[in-house]
């Protein structure tokens, strides 16, 4: 099992450019999320899936689009990149239900000047 | 939604200490409480969860006890050692929000040798 598996690692950005992170879990998780991790703010949900073809939104969602076409993948799309999200993302995975911890990616930090 | 406050915000301890790191939260419906723990540059790890029919759980050095009626639930670490020193994060979840975590800030916690 290779887990949770994000990509790319890093990533600079020009304002104004799109980008998509990539995330894929190899372990049958119905349940993925994306997080980002600013200093002092711990870990806010920006969108999360439940299902294939079912998304929705959390705490942070602007600027951020997200599909899940596969139980497997669930990719985060930044529409127009702005300093302000300048961040490291986490994408988490976890099977269905309320007793089940989430296992993290290795995370992406991203830059945008 | 529901709302998770932690404290301390920082913890400095000597090695051998104990350590306990607090949690609140809003919602009476949560039944799921996570704690991570996360080293400089890493992911988030699970390392203990309690469930809202528990009062307390141990796993070797590390305990979490749950008050529902006070709604808060507590990280116990004993005989403290420098690899412990990490961010750890406590978390609850509830079916309203789909079992989907709310995190709270994150404790640096800083154990000196």
């Known amino acids: 099992n290779a887990g949770v598996t994000q990509t790319p690692k890093f990533q600079v950005l020009k304002t104004g450019q799109s980008m998509t992170l990539q995330c894929a879990q190899d372990?049958?998780?119905?349940?993925m999320s994306w997080y980002r991790q600013d200093p002092g703010m711990g870990l806010r949900l920006i969108h999360y899936?439940?299902?294939?073809?079912?998304?929705d939104q959390g705490e942070v969602p602007n600027g951020y689009n997200v599909s899940r076409s596969t139980t497997e993948d669930f990719p985060l799309r930044l529409l127009s990149a702005a300093p302000s999200q300048t961040s490291v993302y986490f994408c988490?995975?976890?099977?269905?239900?309320?007793?089940?911890?989430?296992?993290f990616g290795s995370g992406t930090r991203l830059t945008v000047v | 939604g529901e709302n998770v406050e932690q404290h301390p915000s920082t913890l400095s301890v000597q090695e051998g200490d104990s350590a306990v790191i607090k949690c609140t939260y809003s919602?009476?419906?949560?039944?799921?409480f996570p704690w991570y723990k996360q080293e400089l540059g890493k992911r988030p790890q699970l390392i203990i969860d309690i469930r809202s029919n528990v009062g307390e759980k141990k796993d070797q050095r590390i305990a979490v006890t749950l008050n529902k009626t006070a709604k808060h639930f507590s990280l116990h670490i004993t005989e403290t050692q420098p690899e412990d020193s990490a961010v750890y994060f406590c978390a609850a979840s509830w079916k309203g929000g789909s079992y989907i975590p709310t995190f709270g800030r994150g404790t640096s916690l800083i154990v000196h040798p």
């Open positions: 372990m049958n998780h119905e349940y």
């Open positions: 919602d009476s419906a949560s039944n799921y």
């Open positions: 899936s439940v299902g294939a073809g079912i998304t």
């Open positions: 988490a995975s976890s099977y269905t239900g309320p007793n089940y911890g989430y296992t």
